[in-house]
């Protein structure tokens, strides 16, 4: 970790927002970013590309826990695998949106932040809901267990800040959309349909048995892909309801809530029992054909 300290002669320019879209540099921004950016990017508007950078429910054996990387520049939550990226990768990261706040989809927030700030002209967009966001306030960058980068190196032009959403509101990224859809689980927490004008990948996040997802799945247009969890295998089907995730005879209900014929990717597996998992997804829902999802795997939108 680097203290307040060491970072508090640095300068960043000023950033505002605009109300519904994306950062709004000033002209003190490099017309460039800080470091070079890959062809992912000057794609953008035609496609999103998605690549897993984490879909366990823990870690060990080359396992990680849940993020996404949107193009170059965006997370869709924090865990493990972003710790995979390289140092330049790691300071393209503007904007992360946060599903909730358990540790495994927020761990890497801290490190990425104090790692890359010195590297950045703007600050990282930390998107999620108020309950979260304030979760992330009190319990994580509080000064006790990370300095509150939000303050450095002050609050006029921080190295990080919190965007506040509501459930069903889509924040613009250029082409891309990102819209929270309402998620159950034991902590205030959404999931994210990534939209682009050639289809959509929802994201179910952390959750259980939940009707309001499938209300956005059904009315979203061109579902093209689902990533839905599926924490537990069926023996731990208590403790998959206690802790609001789902095991496989759950999934199979759930899915049947569903209008559209998506590709659905199982993600969250509980490590040691991704084997048996998937085997009693197939029983329970072979329908749909579920597969497991993969680390690095991609998705083109
Ligand atoms: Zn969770
Ligand atoms: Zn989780």
């Known amino acids: ?31 460039t970013a800080p470091v070079g950016r890959t062809k992912a990017v000057s794609a953008r508007g035609q496609e999103m590309r998605i690549r897993v950078l984490g879909c366990s429910g823990g870690i060990g054996g080359g396992l990680r826990t849940t993020s996404l990387l949107v193009d170059d520049d965006v997370l869709v939550d924090a865990g493990t695998g972003v710790g995979d990226l390289s140092l330049e990768a790691l300071a393209r990261i503007d904007h992360i949106f946060v599903s909730h706040s358990h540790l495994d989809h927020v761990t890497s927030i801290p490190f990425l932040v104090d790692t890359v700030c010195w590297m950045r002209a703007a600050p990282i967009v930390v998107y999620g809901i108020k309950e979260t966001l304030d979760i992330l306030r009190a319990h994580l960058f509080n000064w006790k267990i990370w300095p509150d980068f939000t303050q450095i190196p002050d609050a006029d032009k921080p190295f990080m800040v919190y965007r506040e959403i509501r459930p069903g509101e889509t924040v ?22 990534l939209e682009t004008a050639k289809g959509a990948l929802v994201y179910s996040g952390d959750t259980s048995t939940n009707d309001a997802l499938w209300e956005v799945v059904n009315r979203t247009q061109n579902v093209k892909y689902l990533i839905i969890e599926t924490a537990f295998s069926n023996k731990e089907r208590e403790i998959a309801a206690a802790s609001k995730h789902l095991c496989p005879d759950m999934l199979a209900v759930e899915l049947k809530k569903m209008r559209a014929e998506p590709e659905v990717y ?7 029992e991704g ?18 999802l993969e680390n690095n795997q991609e998705f083109s939108l």
Do not use: C, Q
């Open 1 to 31: 970790m680097r203290g307040a300290a060491s970072v508090e002669s640095r300068t960043v320019p000023v950033v505002t927002f605009s109300d519904n879209g994306p950062l709004v540099r000033s002209p003190s921004r490099p017309a």
């Open 172 to 193: 613009k990224l250029g082409a891309r959309r990102f819209t929270a859809i309402p998620a159950n689980h034991t902590v205030p927490a959404v999931g994210y349909v």
């Open 266 to 272: 199982i993600t969250h597996l509980k490590p040691g």
């Open 275 to 292: 084997a048996l998992t998937m085997k009693e997804i197939g029983k329970a829902a072979g329908r749909w054909r579920p597969r497991m």
